[in-house]
């Protein structure tokens, strides 16, 4: 019976990693797109992880909420932040933090990725 219990944990941490990097990868592509058509270059290619919580989805579901970090530049000289927030593996909001203004895009950006979930 122990053997059960350790078997079924190493699949469910297996199954958390693996939906927090297709999340991230999600995130990344996000912030490039984002990036693109505002016109400013996004840097490093990177995307960071700052924050996951659990949010109720509907009456009965629980669904991971993640926070990124992304920086761009608008003139290469510059850095400036911006943060993705990602409700499994749906936009929730996009934020960035640019000189002459925030903007925030809402959900603007959907999901196009063959086999992607929409919830």
């Not at 989805?57 to 943060?83: I, K, N, Q």
């Not at 603007?108 to 929409?118: C, F, K």
Request: aromatic letters at 8%.
């Amino acid at each position: 019976m122990t053997g059960l219990f350790v078997i079924l944990a190493i699949v469910l941490v297996v199954l958390y990693f693996n939906d927090a990097w297709r999340s991230l990868e999600r995130a990344r592509k996000i912030a490039r797109d984002v990036c693109a058509r505002a016109g400013v270059q996004f840097l490093d290619s990177s995307v960071v992880q700052t924050g996951v919580r659990i949010e109720r989805v509907g009456r009965w579901g629980l669904m991971p909420a993640r926070t990124y970090r992304f920086e761009f530049a608008t003139d290469g000289d510059s850095r400036h932040a911006g943060e993705i927030t990602l409700r499994g593996r749906r936009v929730r909001v996009v934020s960035m933090d640019l000189p002459d203004g925030g903007r925030v895009l809402d959900g603007e950006i959907p999901a196009r990725d063959p086999g992607e979930s929409t919830r």
